[in-house]
């Protein structure tokens, strides 16, 4: 017969190796800071965004990106860029320091030089660390398409805060 006391302990080291969930975030409302390589040339090779969220129900967040894109001159053309305005979803369910997230954007290439204005969606998918309450980190990989050029792997790193 097992000891009971075993079966305590065992039962206090299962509970702590699950997943607990992270202190609830009392904020609402979201600013991110992300870097971004995709598989593609042109104004989004390289981008900077800035995104801006609101929590809605559950555990989706309402979120508005402005990116700041850039391509380095090469042969036969030069430098190029474009500001890609977005409004999108994202979910990011509270399981404990180790969130998933899936976001989808959609919105318009607005060319500073070099190419057409064009629609553009982006569809990804990654993992944020809640390092301390209302500061987090995160890593994605998705895909971004462009009208007239298709769709190209994109992936970012960023920082997000809470507040």
């Known amino acids: 017969m097992t000891n009971p006391h075993h079966l305590v302990l065992l039962l ?11 202190a609830a975030l009392t904020a609402n409302r979201s600013l991110a800071l992300e870097t971004a390589l995709a598989a ?3 104004p989004e090779a390289a981008a900077v965004t800035l995104a801006a969220g609101c929590w809605l129900e559950g555990e989706v967040e309402a979120v508005a990106r402005l990116t700041l894109g850039a391509a380095p001159a090469s042969t036969g053309r030069g ?3 474009a500001v890609t305005p977005e409004a999108g979803l ?11 997230t899936l976001a989808l954007a959609l919105g318009v290439r607005l060319p500073v030089a070099g190419r057409a204005t064009a629609p553009t969606a982006l569809l990804q998918g990654g993992l944020e660390w809640l390092v301390e309450p209302g500061w987090a980190l995160g890593a994605t990989a998705g895909v ?10 994109e992936a970012a790193l960023g920082v997000r805060l809470y507040f």
């Open 79 to 81: 430098a190029t860029g």
């Open 12 to 22: 206090a080291a299962a509970s702590m190796a699950l997943p607990c969930r992270a």
């Open 144 to 153: 971004r398409w462009l009208a007239g050029e298709g769709a190209a792997g």
């Open 40 to 42: 593609r040339s042109g």
């Open 90 to 100: 994202r979910w990011a369910p509270d399981e404990g320091h180790w969130r998933p």
